[in-house]
């Protein structure tokens, strides 16, 4: 079923690796990509559970937006394990302007499609979903 605005379909993939993250946590994160020729989000890149927030951020591309998923792991004051699924819609200043509208105009459906998001960050550059910024936003 593609998205009437923008007329993308999200991958079957999509979701199954999403539900892994969220049930097994079998990824750190997932990194999604428009394929505008398919006219669908796929999966680009997840991440392994040892993999850090360094990693992810490194694995997003400097001019090109992209949806992301992250499993941030974080200790309470009362010293409590905890854990939050970050929805993040990267779209760096960089990008071109196509890029970031067909974006824009998929996320709403894309994120409903990935049941358990708990926090939604937007980013356009590095600072604005740093670690300082997980920790202020996972409690």
């Known amino acids: 079923m593609a998205n009437a605005a923008s ?19 079998t990824f750190r994160y997932i990194i999604f990509k428009i394929e505008e020729k398919q006219k669908e989000v796929i999966v680009e890149k997840v991440g392994e559970p040892t993999q850090s927030h360094g990693d992810f951020a490194a694995a997003l591309p400097d001019a090109e937006c992209r949806y992301a998923v992250f499993d941030y792991d974080f200790v309470t004051e009362e010293n409590c394990q905890k854990s939050r699924i970050f929805f993040i819609a990267w779209s760096p200043d960089t990008a071109r302007v196509r890029n ?12 409903r499609e990935l049941d358990g998001i708990q926090v939604e960050l937007q980013a356009t550059d590095p600072t604005e979903m740093d670690l300082d910024v997980f920790k202020s936003r996972a409690n």
């Open 7 to 25: 007329g993308m379909a999200v991958h079957d993939e999509c979701k199954l690796k999403f539900l892994e993250l969220k049930a097994k946590r």
């Open 100 to 111: 970031k509208m067909i974006y824009a105009s998929s996320k709403d459906r894309f994120k």
